[in-house]
């Protein structure tokens, strides 16, 4: 069972080659107790996948069966080592490394976690290689230092037995603003509405932290659709609360700002949806040159019910850990 991965000896990015499709080079993947195959090829040490396999020479399925600890990504092509790591692997016991930043909704069930790349290196790389496995336009990178990981982690009702079913990513320190750098639910929990909690998360972080920013572009096929959804909810829940338009019939003008403001997504990912919705018609420029829109609650409605989406919020303020990201209050100097 490899549970070491050396940065000098598998230190390889790989960039999407947009000429050439790479193919999956690592076949089904074992999980703790699920099986499931691959979708996209992930840079494994060459003990894995081979020499040849490091290069991406399109060699196809190189191995036929992967096998994962479910606790730290440790990994192997053997089944008997692969079981043997597992009984005696110490996070069964110990837990998801880092620290419990939120817990949603009053049992506890469902939980995220932060891992610091820098503290958890190995755990964050491992998590990293077999996140690859299910990402088609993300590369690879040993140097976790950076990030920050949110581990989006699952407690059995009956034993407590804590399972990790996916996660996002988050650059400690983003020019672009961006509150997210890559995101995965992994395949057996999809569907589920997961994606959007860990979007959630990421948005009220965004908030505490008082960063106006979105995830890292480009966002895959899949992201995008997630994500549309995502914003389209939150920007529905906010137009749909908006006093202002109930005058005239549920009709009214609006900036584009403070749609942003209220929801706290970029103004030009909420203008994006705002016209995909159809529910909006431009109008200008108002006051201090701020983009504005002519809304229609009746089109926001009837799109709602068309996306058979539900308003309430995916995430709780309230079961972030106290104080959780937020800025320090500024003490007004006392007057002279």
Not at 21 to 40: A, H, L, P
Not at 228 to 242: D, K
Not at 282 to 303: S, T, Y
Request: proline share 3%; aromatic share 12%; with cysteine.
């Amino acid at each position: 069972m490899n549970n070491s991965t050396s940065a000098s000896s598998t230190g390889v990015s790989i960039k999407d080659n947009k000429d050439k499709t790479i193919e999956r080079n690592i076949d089904k993947v074992v999980f703790g107790d699920v099986i499931f195959k691959s979708w996209y090829p992930s840079w494994y040490p060459k003990e894995i996948i081979g020499e040849k396999g490091l290069l991406g020479d399109g060699r196809g399925i190189v191995v036929q069966t992967l096998y994962v600890c479910k606790w730290c990504f440790g990994y192997g092509k053997n089944v008997e080592e692969w079981a043997r790591h597992c009984r005696g692997c110490l996070r069964a016991t110990a837990g998801p490394p880092g620290r419990k930043i939120y817990t949603h909704g009053q049992t506890g069930t469902w939980s995220v976690w932060e891992v610091d790349g820098e503290v958890d290196t190995l755990f964050c790389q491992n998590l990293s290689l077999f996140a690859k496995l299910f990402l088609d336009n993300k590369s690879v990178f040993f140097d976790v230092f950076g990030f920050n990981y949110f581990l989006l982690v699952h407690a059995c009702p009956k034993t407590g037995a804590q399972q990790i079913v996916g996660f996002f990513s988050k650059e400690k320190m983003s020019w672009d603003n961006n509150n997210l750098a890559c995101i995965l639910v992994f395949p057996p929990w999809q569907r589920k509405g997961l994606g959007a909690m860990l979007m959630g998360v990421s948005y009220e972080i965004s908030r505490r932290e008082e960063i106006l920013g979105g995830p890292e572009k480009p966002i895959s096929d899949l992201g995008k659709k997630g994500y549309r959804r995502f914003w389209g909810a939150e920007i529905a829940r906010y137009v749909l609360a908006l006093k202002e338009t109930d005058r005239k019939k549920g009709k009214g003008m609006v900036t584009v700002e403070d749609v942003s403001k209220g929801t706290w997504i970029h103004p030009d990912d909420c203008l994006g949806v705002l016209r995909e919705m159809g529910v909006v018609e431009k109008a200008g420029k108002g006051k201090g040159d701020k983009e504005r829109v002519l809304l229609d609650k009746g089109k926001v409605r009837k799109w709602v019910e068309e996306q058979k989406l539900d308003l309430k919020k995916v995430v709780d303020a309230e079961g972030f850990l106290e104080g959780y990201a937020m800025k320090p209050a500024v003490e007004e100097e006392s007057a002279a």
